[in-house]
């Protein structure tokens, strides 16, 4: 009898246990679950703040670079619109040429007075001179609005935005306008040296590796401020099923421990105010976005070196 108690009790202590053991366990499902939701809207949030902080860091990148861009565009709009006014007075000269010579042929003859009025206006309004010269002027003109053009597409096309789809692209003419875009940045103080091959398609967003090539170009030429001989160094090759693009210089280099908080949010070595720590960060999140990677190599007073891998495929 004392058996069957014990047993009795033995079993409705080990079914509360099991009772408290399958509630905690309902507990914490539920609370694993709702967990588990929280953290999905919050990386749904975090990624539509690097979506917006991309967006505003692209803009502001652009900014920096309105001055520059101004300074181009300005520059073959000056002789346009100095072209431009040249021939308004040159047509203004035709004008009265051809008002003249109308009038006299409606006399049907020149007198001596006439020949001589004809002969002044061909002397005073350097008539002989203008037609030679329309010729040189017209081509100057085409020159600017070609170079006008030309800006243009290579600004829209640098700033051009694909949101999340992936189209092929060519990398290589990606870099040759953000080089472009640069122009006025890079200036004739640094020297350029490219070795860029042709390139397979990239299935990519054409936009954001433009934002990553911008980066660091503008890193690089930041990095050159006091050197000498500036220079930076980019390549691009193919190999295997893989793209590989380097950007070098020969600037003031970082030593090992900032190297290693680089691509780290909000981490700069720029005065308060000169840098948002943001730059990097973007790069390396665009890299990862389209299942490649991006290394660095520098030293103090030697340089620096990126490295961005991407497979031709793009993103699965």
């Known amino acids: 009898m004392s058996q069957d108690i014990a047993y009795q009790e033995a079993y409705r202590r080990e079914k509360k246990a099991r009772r408290e053991a ?46 520059g861009i101004a300074h181009e565009i300005n520059n073959p709009l000056a002789f346009v619109l100095s072209n431009m006014e040249s021939l308004r007075r040159y047509i203004h000269s035709y004008n009265a040429l051809l008002k003249l010579n109308r009038q006299w042929q409606e006399q049907q003859n020149l007198s ?17 001179f203008i037609q030679e010269d329309t010729e040189e002027l017209l081509t100057d003109t085409e020159e600017g609005l070609i170079r006008l053009r030309d800006i243009v597409q290579n600004l829209r096309h640098f ?3 694909q949101g999340s789809e992936r189209v092929k692209a060519d990398l290589a003419a990606g870099l040759n306008s953000t080089l ?27 936009g954001e590796l433009n934002q990553v090539f911008l980066n660091l170009l503008i890193n690089a030429k930041q990095a050159l401020e006091y050197n000498q001989n500036p220079q930076i160094f980019i390549s691009a090759t193919s190999q295997d099923d893989v793209i590989i693009i380097r950007i070098k210089d020969n600037g003031s280099g970082m030593d090992e421990q900032v190297c290693k908080k680089i691509f780290d949010p909000f981490f700069t070595t720029k005065p308060v105010g000169q840098g948002t720590g943001m730059g990097l960060s973007i790069v390396y999140g665009i890299i990862k976005d389209h299942n490649g990677t991006i290394n660095v190599k520098s030293a103090q007073g030697k340089g620096t070196c990126f490295e961005i891998s991407l497979p031709i495929a793009g993103t699965s």
């Open 112 to 128: 001596p007075s006439q020949s001589d009025q004809l002969q002044t206006l061909l002397d005073e309004q350097d008539l002989i």
């Open 22 to 67: 399958e509630q905690l366990l309902e507990d914490k499902s539920r609370e694993l679950f709702k967990l588990n939701n929280e953290l999905l809207n919050t990386n749904d949030r975090l990624k539509e703040q690097q979506s917006l902080m991309l967006r505003n860091e692209k803009l502001a990148t652009l900014g920096t670079l309105s001055a």
């Open 159 to 161: 700033s051009h935005s």
């Open 180 to 206: 472009k875009i640069l122009q006025s940045e890079l200036n004739d103080s640094i020297a350029v040296n490219c070795m860029i091959d042709s390139l397979p398609l990239v299935e990519c967003n054409p």
